[in-house]
């Protein structure tokens, strides 16, 4: 059976876009600019995004389109020209997509819930206290005491998976595509006014200025270039399956090397906009508390559920642009859903020769399932801990391991070669350069200092049993279960399900 193919250029752009762009973009570039030499950061990050983000792009992109499958199909293929299996690192892969789906709905959830409370700012003038003691109810639980659950915080949370559930099973043209057209000129309108009315407000511009002025100072520290790397790789959705499946339903005739060059730019342009928004409303909060900015910056869920409420109470029409942030950041989060959801349905109906909503109920059900967790009384600290690993050991780990496979034991020059033939314009010998040496040395580093930072000090003051469990623990299982379902085969010739 034919696979199933986009309908159009824009809207795989579009798709691929509301995968890379999320929540990420709004509340973790902002603060990683800030923090690391503000103007002079974007050196560093211009850098890290022409040599790792543009050719790990292109080089998913081409794998994608060159062996029409998700992650798992893409290394068992590449692995049978070795000689030995790969399959096991694409389902690693996909099992880092499912963990983060799990809990980054929980976020969403959260989202909703806060677009619905911005319309009258029922969150009060203490929106610490509110979202911590009377939203979350965290009390004293820890990650492995959960405490019940709660279910104004589990109704959004199913509302969203509603929304995803409902892409994924509508299938690519109809379901994902079509979100996608609407959910990211949507996203960057809204932005837009955002912007186009909180920079008119006092203290904005001195807002910008802290975002902005240059510490030329900091262009020398490696914790600059790590951060900017580390950035680029976070924010971007490689490394976890889902750009892999996503280019296995390009067209034949695709310009692979141009797709990829809009989609890191795109998401790239979009983190310099919600750095603009972010700090253009810090700079009026601290202009209107009478405080430095230095006061009022946060970084995480903090910035956008403790920080942002208490600037949209100071705000001109709150009931206007409250919403309007909190609906941006539920549509962010939600087009990155569906990509994620996605990578993981793809490769069950590659492994299991399923229909696609057969999948799509099975992997949207036992994520639906699992993910109540994270709406008990301990979901927070449980996501915090779980997060940490996933996305600081696991996925790095993933993306290193991928990168060198490819580079060291395969020709990178052919994988270039494939993507030039498909493409209108040629990328040169500095394809090969940045994935062979700059980006598995960049990730190394990083690597090696989170693994290190982690095994010596731990992570926060959470206890060592939970660490080991949530940490380690499911990175392990994830390991194992990626190598045992690597070694279950299906007959080749058994073709999916409609």
């Known amino acids: 059976m034919q696979r199933e193919q986009w309908n159009s250029r824009t809207g795989f752009i579009l798709a691929a876009v509301g995968s890379a762009i999320g929540l990420g973009n709004i509340w973790r570039f902002p603060y990683m600019a800030y923090e690391n030499g503000g103007g002079a950061f974007f050196i560093p990050y211009l850098f890290a995004m022409l040599t790792a983000g543009i050719p790990f792009m292109i080089m998913e992109f081409s794998l994608g389109h060159k062996h029409r499958g998700a992650a798992p199909r893409v290394f068992a293929k590449l692995g049978e020209s070795l000689g030995f299996k790969l399959e096991w690192l694409g389902w690693f892969q996909v099992f880092i997509a499912a963990v983060i789906a799990i809990y980054y709905v929980a976020i969403i959830g959260w989202a909703i819930s806060y677009f619905v409370f911005s319309i009258t ?83 904005a511009l001195d807002g910008l200025n802290y975002l902005f002025r240059p510490d030329f100072s900091m262009i020398l520290d490696v914790k600059v270039w790590s951060a900017a790397y580390g950035q680029i790789f976070f924010t971007l959705s490689v490394g976890f399956a889902i750009m892999l499946a996503y280019s296995s339903y390009l067209p034949e005739k695709s310009d692979i090397n141009n797709n990829a060059f809009m989609t890191v730019l795109i998401n790239c342009g979009f983190s310099i906009l919600g750095g603009i928004m972010i700090f253009a409303v810090l700079g009026y909060m601290a202009a209107e508390q009478a405080k430095p900015i230095t006061d009022v ?57 399923i229909s696609r909503k057969k999948a799509a109920l099975m992997v949207c059900g036992t994520g639906f399932t699992v993910s109540m967790a994270f709406s008990s009384n301990g979901g927070l600290l449980l996501l915090d801990l779980v997060d940490y690993f996933i996305n600081n050991i696991a996925l790095l780990t993933s993306c290193l391991i991928e990168l060198i496979i490819l580079t060291w034991l395969f020709k990178i020059a052919d994988i270039r070669d494939y993507a030039n033939q498909c493409s209108e314009f040629s990328v040169g010998k500095w394809f090969n350069l940045c994935l062979r040496f700059i980006g598995p040395i960049m990730l190394a580093i990083i690597l090696i200092k989170n693994l290190i930072n982690t095994l010596r000090n731990g992570y926060e003051d959470y206890p060592i049993a939970d660490q080991i469990f949530l940490g380690w623990g499911l990175i392990a299982l994830m390991l194992f279960a990626a190598i045992f379902i690597s070694l279950v085969s299906r007959d080749p010739n058994k073709k999916p399900a409609r």
């Open 121 to 203: 700012q029922s969150w009060g003038t203490d929106t610490n206290s509110f979202f911590f003691n009377e939203y979350l109810q965290l009390g004293d639980n820890s990650p492995t005491k959960l405490g019940s659950l709660q279910f104004h915080i589990a109704i959004p949370m199913a509302i969203a998976w509603g929304i995803t559930s409902l892409a994924v099973f509508s299938g690519v043209k109809g379901g994902i595509e079509r979100a996608s057209k609407i959910m990211m000129p949507l996203l960057f309108i809204m932005v837009l006014l955002l912007i186009g009315r909180i920079v008119l407000l006092p203290g």
């Open 297 to 353: 910056v946060t970084s995480g869920v903090g910035l956008a559920f403790v920080t942002i409420p208490a600037a949209i109470n100071l705000l001109p029409l709150p009931y206007i642009l409250g919403p309007l942030f909190f609906l941006a950041l539920v549509v962010a989060g939600i087009s990155s859903h569906i990509s994620i959801i996605e990578a993981v349905v793809a490769a069950v109906i590659d492994k299991l020769a």
